[in-house]
Nanobody, 126 residues
Framework: QVKLVESGGGLVQAGGSLRLTCAAS?????????MAWFRQAPGKEREFVAR???????????YYADSVKGRFTISRDNGRNTVYLQMNSLKPEDTAVYYC???????????????WGQGTQVTVSS
């Protein structure tokens, strides 16, 4: 079992920044999981935002949705079992509940992520 807890959401003006944090607990093999961020806006389906896969040593891979590429950065600290999402140049359309997820498959499909946090609200005002 993996427990995920997100924090860092809030209200910010367009053009501003936020950093989301996802703290994982429950398993010693945190580094073996693919970690991702998804978001869900009111009335819309949950969508992929960013993914971080660590392949061991200093090799890792980051992948982003086109809508956030160049503005958001995903990172992880395996020593602290934590994943971050730095969000810059925020837009009103980024408003959503953001979820942290952990899985064993390298994918953008939310159905393949077994563990989820409770979500944190991000609201961007125009």
């Amino acid at each position: 079992q993996v427990k995920l807890v997100e924090s860092g959401g809030g209200l910010v003006q367009a053009g501003g920044s936020l950093r989301l944090t996802c703290a994982a607990s429950g398993r010693a093999s945190f580094s073996s999981y693919t970690m991702a961020w998804f978001r869900q806006a009111p009335g819309k389906e949950r969508e992929f935002v960013a993914r971080f896969t660590w392949s061991g040593g200093s090799t890792y891979y980051r992948y982003y949705a086109d809508s956030v590429k160049g503005r958001f950065t995903i990172s992880r600290d395996n020593g602290r079992n934590t994943v971050y999402l730095q969000m810059n140049s925020l837009k009103p359309e980024d408003t959503a509940v953001y979820y942290c997820a952990a899985g064993t498959v390298v994918t953008t499909d939310s159905r393949n992520f077994a563990y989820w946090g409770q979500g944190t609200q991000v609201t961007v005002s125009s």
